[in-house]
């Protein structure tokens, strides 16, 4: 006997009981939000591509205004050229990442036991009372003999305080032209390195070569001796002048940076300034990021211990996220960064506009004190611009350097000022005169 099917046409899914006038407006909801979602797509590969292109434009059309277009060309760059590829490193593309550079650069320079024996023998920056204006004085130094050109008055007088400041080690030998050397070579190596690894691109051609030119020029003004050191005895240009010293450095460092107690009495102020504002509660894992970041011979010099792997996966993963941030989603920087005032009229000092963690020569303006860094630095414990101990009112160069020195060595330094001025700080320092 036949059995009757039932009826199911009346069943189905939800869309096919949808009325005529559901469906389409469903499908008008999905086509709208595909429509959005094309757009915001569209408008976030629109804004990465404008990130990029600006950021590669401008240092190709720097490059190109300059004149240094490939290798051949280098060879012709005088120091004031590459004093304007500095500037233009320093102030626009990696302002913050070159002046950590050259902070972990100084840092290196105290893995070897005879810079720390006289860091704590002289208590310059291995004592907590000392190491304060010290660090902030080499910061200055270095600042104002690299913003300034070369042939200017500030410049000189820059290399000509770090000249007198170094004089009575040198005469009494306790400084050696290998330390000098060394601490150039880093000055030299470590902006390269920090910019391969860790900002958004690696440093070009013409600005190594300015790295080579600048510090070159800056070791002829200290008098340190490169013959039975490097290899060569004459460059083509500074990049040659780079790989030879970075090969030096890494044959010295094999050689004489070994674990010493001394070494880490001597970096124990620098490396608590560089996790001061760091909160107490997470120290301890941030201490360990910095290991990290020393590597392994370094690290070893300090006798500090080996970091945990999530101390490291921390470190390479915060960098990494920050280079993918600021290569593809923020626009280049369009005003420099300020970091030193011009000389006050009438008193000639000059006011430094960046610090670590001691505002030595910082103006105490209302912004400074209670803008949002100054609110910030409140909030983590720390001192924001006006002590007069730190000098609000700005430096004078006889002011740079240790508190037996303050106000001292006028003269010399303007014998200094006079000696640099016949040494063509202008021009290629690796021509002949």
């Not at 320093?90 to 006289?118: D, H």
């Not at 044959?251 to 909160?279: C, D, G, W």
């Not at 803008?371 to 924001?384: D, E, K, Q």
Request: net charge neutral.
């Amino acid at each position: 006997m036949d059995t009757e099917m039932p009826n199911l046409t009346h069943l189905g899914s939800p869309i096919t009981q949808m009325a005529p006038s559901h469906l389409f407006g469903y499908a008008a909801l999905v086509s709208k939000s595909w429509a959005s979602t094309t757009i915001a797509v569209a408008l976030v590969a629109g804004w990465v591509a404008l990130c990029a292109s600006l950021r590669f434009r401008r240092i190709a059309n720097f490059q190109k205004k300059i004149g240094f277009t490939d290798r051949g060309s280098l060879a012709s760059m005088t120091n004031s050229q590459a004093h304007l590829i500095i500037k233009n490193l320093i102030e626009f593309e990696f302002p913050k990442m070159y002046i950590l550079s050259l902070q972990f650069a100084i840092f290196k320079t105290y893995g070897f036991e005879s810079v720390s024996r006289l860091i704590v023998a002289t208590k310059n920056l291995a004592d907590p009372a000392n190491a304060q204006k010290r660090y902030e004085d080499t910061t200055v130094l270095f600042g104002e003999f690299s913003l300034n050109p070369p042939t200017s008055e500030r410049a000189l007088k820059a290399i000509s305080r770090m000249n007198y400041l170094h004089s009575r080690y040198v005469a009494a030998g306790q400084i050696s032209n290998a330390d000098f050397l060394y601490t150039l070579a880093v000055c030299v190596t470590e902006p390269i390195r920090f910019m391969r690894l860790y900002e958004w691109r690696a440093l070009t051609d013409m600005e190594i070569c300015a790295i080579g030119t600048h510090w070159k020029a800056i070791g002829d003004a200290m008098d340190i001796q490169y013959k039975g050191f490097l290899r060569r005895q004459s460059w083509a240009d500074g990049i040659e002048f780079v790989e030879d010293i970075t090969a030096w450095a890494a044959e010295y460092e094999i050689a004489e940076m070994k674990p010493a107690r001394v070494n880490l009495q001597a970096s124990s102020q620098l490396t608590e300034m560089l996790l001061f504002h760091v909160p107490d509660f997470a120290k301890s894992f941030a201490r360990e990021v910095l290991y990290v970041l020393m590597g392994d011979r370094v690290r070893a010099a300090f006798c500090f211990p080996e970091p945990g792997i999530v101390a490291c996966l921390t470190a390479y993963a915060a960098l990494v996220v920050r280079r993918f941030i600021v290569r593809h989603l923020m626009l280049p920087r369009f005003i420099p960064v300020i970091f030193f005032s011009e000389p006050n009229p009438d008193t000639g000092r000059i006011l430094h506009h960046d610090y670590l963690v001691h505002p030595y020569y910082n103006p105490a303006t209302f912004w400074n004190r209670w803008g949002p860094i100054g609110l910030a630095t409140r909030l983590l414990g720390g001192t924001v611009p006006g002590p007069e101990k730190m000098m609000p009112q700005g430096f004078l160069f006889e002011d740079i350097g240790p508190k037996d020195k303050m106000g001292k060595g006028s003269a010399e330094l303007a014998e200094g000022v006079e000696l640099l001025q016949g040494l063509r700080r202008g021009a290629c320092p690796f021509s002949a005169p």
